[in-house]
């Protein structure tokens, strides 16, 4: 048995070249016999009954066979071996270490803003969008419901290539999908304003005021022609460029103004389990202070 | 005495070189009645690598068949044939084997032991598996089919329900695919059993759990998921047999039985059956990556935990072969995001593989090359993976060669180039003597090249809906270039082959000798002989850490003051 | 060999090598393989309740075998009791209990062929019949085949038992195929259950 084997080997205490024997499980045909005899037993099936009856009997010699090699003790193969130390060296001697500084976690900010200046911003921005697109309304079609429509055409029951005049007039069902959109989607983007300023490198307000709402525009100008034809028709984009970056400015600039709070992955472990010890929080404070 | 604490002190021996003298006739009769877990590995990896030729030869024909429209060079009968066998050989014959010839010769290796824990089973295995393949192949002689001549199987690899039913698949030829299956399933159970015993039992001392090779602990988890994975299959083919000729209505829509549960249950088999396959890939990966960037593996328990993790997902995501059946809502919605939720495991083994060669010392010898374009195919397929798991997209795509190419890009983008760093990477363990490089480097460029050529461009007869398993197609369709060149791309994957196997065989005479340690590698097979005696280590070793060599060969710093 | 004076190895505490002996683990494997395969035909039963197109129905032809499920879970406790014994190296017991065992699942495997030869030449019942009688056959078959496999290899130890070739130290291998016996006994609980009170 193998496990015999090992423990007679396992307590030899000599060094040096010497000779010893190993058991290994002797070589045996009967499973080949038995593996054999059960394919030929199914084969019988496909070819003649014959070859099934064949197939058992190997079966029944293989396992017999098997069972004496096993019973009442395994059979086994004594090996002699000259045991010789072999040196294990490599030409590799010299182990660099890599070294991870801090910084390499800047990608994670420190600091982040809460949930709520996103929320804030959103808001704040979807309020500073709306008078740009009345006044758009206004100068274009003298409605300043044409926007509203333009934006909450879909709650307008049965509305299938409407005119312009029909667009210019007041839909009650507009106004409400057109406000449900309008602020859902402004305060998500404010929530990703939230989360994405601290990790824009320089000049936050640049980037997500005007960089961001120029490609967002290019992006949805290429895009709308596939997505939705019909609206496409009626967008002015100049006036549309106008009022999201009016949006950008004024959510980045609120998001800007928040107090910041540090996220929960740079905090100690201590705290991030929730266990309230405020001389922790003063200490760190001081830590970061000091960095 | 230092060396009264060195943890493994002696392993070589200078017994006389018995085999020389013997004639073939002896050689072969060791061969035959052996259990040692080395001479069974490599029985495996030849089976494998027979039937990788075999099912290829059977692919070209396709390929040939499919090059250009309205092609009649073979019949359809012979092409329902040719991609029921290609399937079944390349998963059963081909796969599976690979499975238990990497663990049947590297886990005792790895993990200290003598042989396997049961070495008789063992040999048991794999002669079910033999001559489970030989009576599959017997079919194309002995079966009995439609025609009354020699007929191959023709239902498929996953062999639907009504469609192997007597009425409609009469003949043997289905009786041979079910009976062939069984045969080797068995042998597959039995190498599984004996897999997870040997890595529980067989551990050398100091081996933990916890410091076991990534390699031997993938195929662990492999074997435990084949345990619970081939069973199924064995239970189905049971019933198909108990129809096809007790008169049992499992499936016999005329009785009130349905086809839809045979698909349920081979796709229970048969999904997991594909992250069985995909296993020894990651356990490959795992143990070449790290030894050629210079850095031990990153994020270890990490790996581990992705490992198991994935192990269990995938039992729970068969269905998303069966979208297009019709599935309640929350059915779809079940398997979408099951589906989805195996890109995490996997996404972290992709992550921690990058992240052992950021700032390693890479070496690209064969084996790397082979992993680093295996990790970029791996993503890949994983990324047309999770696309196909979105029901929509799916009921879309389904039975396109998109999916052809979605899987196709897992077995070889993945498995195929695995297998090849693989043997790259412990030939010379094996054999004592090192693979040709140039060689080595043609054969990986021009597999390379050919596999992109065939299987990016499948996707894109699946976009302009080319459905699988038709046999040719009219030249109007807009396929005909596209397919010309996946054919060509075939062709080249064949030469690249043949250079492989020509590098095989000249490198077993003429290759360069490798010495025990030729890749400086830390695990314990490069601690013993190339190729190593029958009973591996003279004395048992100890470790101490997950890279028991590193200690070593670097006394000064060693792994278990870290662990 | 390196003559560096540093040491090698981790200093101090030596604790003892333990690994679970092979026998049990693979054992274990071979049970959870073959949960596998009773899982599916039991998912088959299950899914095929009441969906025959014809009868006879299970309510119409099948009993409850309350005698013979006694008889095969009794055979558990026995084959404990001969486990037990036989780790103390009390010989004679150990045959008693072990061939208590044996006569239990004999009695278990007379009673499932009564059963059949009713249900097929009573109630005209075949694994053709219908549905039912496809799923019924299966899955109580396959448990009798196990039953069967079992008990050859009860009988074998006995053999051995009485020419007096199992001493104490076999009692490792001894409970590794107790182990097989215990998971045939709660497989019938599984099948029982499904067959004969749900299924009914």
Redesign the interface.
């Known amino acids: 048995m193998g496990d015999n084997a090992r423990n007679n080997m396992s307590d030899h205490e000599e060094r040096g070249a010497h000779t010893e024997t190993i058991h290994l499980p002797a070589p045996t045909a009967w499973p080949l016999v038995l593996a054999f005899g059960f394919t030929l037993l199914c084969a019988g099936l496909v070819t003649n009954g014959f070859i099934s009856v064949l197939g058992g009997v190997l079966m029944l010699f293989g396992v017999v066979g098997w069972f004496r090699q096993v019973l009442p003790h395994e059979a086994h193969e004594d090996i002699p071996v000259v045991v010789e130390t072999i040196a294990i060296q490599t030409t590799r001697r010299q182990v660099e270490k890599i070294v991870v500084p801090e910084e390499d976690r800047a990608h994670l900010p420190v600091e982040t803003y809460p949930i709520v200046a996103g929320i804030k911003g959103g808001l704040a921005g979807s309020i500073a969008m709306i008078p740009p697109a009345l006044l758009y309304g206004l100068i274009a079609q003298h409605s300043i419901w044409y926007p509203v429509n333009l934006l909450g055409g879909a709650g307008v029951a049965n509305w299938r290539n409407p005119s312009t005049a029909d667009i210019a007039a007041f839909h009650w069902q507009g106004l409400i999908v057109a406000s449900i959109i309008h602020f859902v989607t402004c305060v998500l983007v404010g929530l990703l304003y939230g989360a994405m300023l601290p990790m824009l490198p320089r000049r936050p307000v640049l980037l997500g005021g005007i960089v961001a709402p120029v490609l967002w525009t290019g992006l949805l100008h290429s895009t709308m022609g596939v997505v939705n034809p019909v609206l496409d028709e009626h967008i002015a984009w100049g006036w549309f460029l106008v009022s999201q970056v009016i949006f950008g400015v004024v959510a980045g600039l609120v998001v800007a103004r928040q107090e910041r709070i540090r996220t929960s992955q740079s905090l100690p472990f201590v705290m991030r389990m929730g266990i309230e010890t405020p001389g922790l929080i003063h200490e760190h404070k001081e830590e970061d202070d000091g960095q | 005495?230092?060396?009264q604490?060195?943890?493994?002190?002696?392993?070589?021996?200078?017994?006389p070189p018995r085999e020389g003298e013997s004639t073939w006739l002896e050689t072969l009769h060791?061969w035959?009645?052996?259990?040692?877990h080395k001479k069974l590995g490599l029985m495996y990896m030849m089976l494998a690598i027979f039937f990788l030729l075999v099912g290829g030869a059977e692919v070209l024909l396709i390929r040939i068949q499919l090059a250009v429209p309205n092609n009649h060079l073979i019949s359809p009968q012979v092409f329902n044939r040719l991609f029921t066998m290609h399937g079944t050989t390349m998963v059963f014959l081909v796969g599976m084997p690979l499975v238990f010839a990497w663990a049947n010769y590297i886990i005792p290796l790895q993990i200290g032991?003598?042989?396997m824990?049961?070495?008789?089973?063992n040999?048991?295995s794999f002669?079910?598996t033999?001559?489970?393949a030989?009576?599959l192949y017997?079919?194309f002689l002995?079966?009995a089919g439609l025609y009354g001549m020699g007929n191959a199987p023709d239902v498929t690899w996953w062999a639907y329900a009504p469609l192997t039913a007597r009425a409609f698949s009469p003949g043997?030829a289905t009786?041979?695919w079910a009976?062939?299956l069984?045969?080797t399933g068995?042998?597959t159970?039995g190498g599984?059993?004996?897999i997870?015993?040997?890595t529980?039992?067989?551990?050398c001392?100091?081996m933990t759990l916890m410091r076991m090779p990534l390699f031997t602990w993938l195929l662990l988890v492999d074997s435990g998921l084949l345990?619970?994975?081939?069973?199924?299959l064995?239970?189905?083919q049971?019933?198909l047999?108990?129809d096809r000729?007790?008169?049992?209505?499992?499936f016999d829509t005329q009785?009130?039985?349905?086809a839809i549960?045979w698909m349920h249950?081979f796709w229970?088999f048969g999904h997991p059956e594909v992250y069985v396959l995909v296993f020894p890939a990651f356990a490959i990966a795992s143990e070449v990556i790290p030894v050629f960037s210079?850095?031990a593996i990153f994020g270890y328990p990490a790996m581990v935990a992705a490992g198991v993790g994935i192990g269990f997902v995938s039992l729970g995501v068969w269905a998303h072969h069966m979208f297009t059946v019709g599935m309640t809502s929350a059915g779809n919605a079940f398997f979408v995001l099951s589906t989805m939720l195996v890109g995490i495991p996997t996404g972290i083994k992709i992550f921690n593989w990058v992240a052992t060669m950021w700032?390693g010392k890479l070496r690209f010898a064969t084996p790397m090359l082979f992993s680093t374009a295996f990790l970029f195919q791996f993503l890949a397929a994983g990324l047309t993976g999770i696309m196909l798991s979105v029901a929509p997209w799916n009921w879309q795509l389904h039975g396109s060669y998109f999916v052809i190419a979605h899987f196709h890009y897992v077995l070889v983008g993945a498995i195929v180039f695995m297998v090849f760093a693989g043997i790259y990477y412990w030939f010379p363990k094996a054999t004592g003597r090192m693979m040709d490089e140039k060689l080595g480097k043609w054969h990986f460029w021009l597999f390379l090249i050919g596999f992109h050529v065939t299987f990016d461009t499948m996707h894109f007869l699946g976009f302009e809906g080319m459905p699988r398993w038709i046999y040719t197609y009219p030249a109007d369709r807009g396929w005909d270039h596209l397919n010309l060149v996946v054919s060509i791309g075939g062709l080249i994957q064949g030469v690249a082959v043949l250079i492989f196997a020509y590098n095989l065989v000249s490198s077993l005479f003429k290759g360069k000798i490798a010495g025990?340690?030729p890749w400086?590698a830390w695990t314990l097979e490069w601690?013993?002989?190339s190729p190593p005696?029958?009973?591996n280590f003279?004395?048992?070793p100890?470790v101490?850490s997950r890279r028991p060599?590193w200690?070593?060969?670097?006394?000064?710093?060693?792994d278990?003051?870290y662990e | 060999m390196s003559a560096t004076a540093i040491p090698l190895v981790p200093g101090g505490h030596e604790q003892t090598w333990h690994r679970p002996s092979r026998g049990r683990v693979g054992m274990y494997c071979l049970i959870i393989g073959e949960c596998a395969i009773f899982t599916i035909f039991v998912v088959a039963y299950v899914f095929y309740i009441g969906k025959s197109l014809n009868g006879p129905t299970p309510a119409q032809v099948l009993e409850v075998p309350i005698f013979n499920t006694i008889c095969l879970l009794s055979s558990s406790v026995t084959i404990w009791l001969a486990e037990r014994a036989i780790e103390r190296g009390i010989l004679r017991t150990f045959g008693l209990w072990w061939a208590a065992t044996i006569a239990l699942g004999v009695t278990f495997l007379i009673g499932t062929g009564l059963e059949w030869y009713k249900l097929i030449y009573h109630d005209g019942l075949t694994i053709r019949t219908n549905l039912f009688g496809t799923t019924f056959y299966s899955i109580v078959g396959l448990h009798a085949t196990h039953v069967v496999v079992g008990l050859t290899m009860l009988l074998l130890v006995l053999l051995f038992t009485l020419t007096g070739h199992v001493r104490e130290e076999h009692s490792e291998r001894i409970q590794v195929l107790a182990l097989y016996w215990h998971f045939v006994d709660a497989v019938w609980v599984v099948v029982f259950t499904v067959v004969y009170i749900v299924g009914r």
Request: avoid cysteine.
């Open positions: 005495m230092a060396d604490t060195l943890p493994i002190h002696g392993s070589l021996d200078l017994t060791s035959v009645i052996t259990v040692d032991a003598r042989d824990a049961f070495p008789r089973l040999a048991f002669w079910l033999a001559f489970g030989l009576l017997f079919s002995g079966g043997n009786d041979y009976l062939a069984l045969v068995f042998g159970l599984a059993i004996n997870i015993a040997t529980f039992s067989m551990r001392k100091g345990l619970v994975t081939i069973t199924p064995t239970a189905a049971v019933m047999l108990l000729y007790l008169g049992a209505h499992f009785a009130g039985g349905q549960l249950f229970i210079r850095k700032g025990n340690d400086d601690s013993t002989a005696p029958v009973y003279a004395t048992d100890v101490h060599l200690d070593i060969k670097h006394p000064e710093d060693p278990w003051k």
